[in-house]
């Protein structure tokens, strides 16, 4: 039996609630899961006839690192998914500027570097936002993430800077549609499986289940899976990748038009039910065989 390898880290080693759900479609598929921490040095990686990164949720604080074993993964051949490229294009939040580039709509942003020194008083007065959010560009889980409104400019200054001092920053307008829910796409190859309607928390922005935040699946317009697609085919462009195993499309409506807030290709939540995970296990099945 073939083994797959589901990437932890060492803090919780174990598979998430989500991703032991893969564990019986997988053996359905003929495949044994294994859960191995990326951060693990007595792991041989290449014993593993893929490597699946999922739950490996301290990337983000130790990118060095995680971007020097992503490497050295690429150097050995082993079969990891997403690709080593993807994963390291995806790793800072600047794909976004440059998927803005290629004219996917995204969130306004500001991108504050320490070569170009920032008053955070005078970009919100120049973009005409009341408020702001201020994002590190290898970021997860609203880590770091933070709140600045029109007259707290000046006493945010300091914290921006010490934020500003570990790398580039995202400044950002608060959007209201947020308020209304981030809709989740997750594709599995260019298929979609399941759409998440993820709701802020009481008196906050922010949806993650650590400050209340709510999901529940929902079913979106043909235009909104088509508007999705589009930018896993950018991305893939982008990327020289023939195709993701997996990817999560995060975004808001507004007036009925999808705007991006993040594309996720390394280890996002992906929601999985017993359907899902079955669709997920047979995208890993077909990717092993060579394609999806």
Known sequence: MKTVALVTYQAHPELSTSDQRLVVPLQECGLQAAAAPWDDPTIDWAVFDAVVLRSCWDYHTRPQEFRQWIERLKQDGVPLHN???AVLWN???????TLSEQGIKTIPTIWATQDEPLLLAEVLQKQG???AVLKPTIGASADGIQIVTAETTAQRQNSFEALLALGTVMIQPVIEAIREGELSLIFFGQTLS???LKRPGPGTIFVNSAYGGSYGAVEVAPSVVDTARHIL???LNLTHDTGFLYARVDGVLVQGEFVLMELELIEPGLFLDEASA???ASAIESVMKGGL
């Open 233 to 235: 085919d950018v991305a």
């Open 278 to 280: 079955q669709r997920f």
């Open 129 to 131: 936002w009341s408020q």
């Open 83 to 85: 690709s080593a490229d």
């Open 91 to 97: 790793m800072e939040k600047t794909y976004l500027r």
């Open 194 to 196: 399941h759409v998440i």
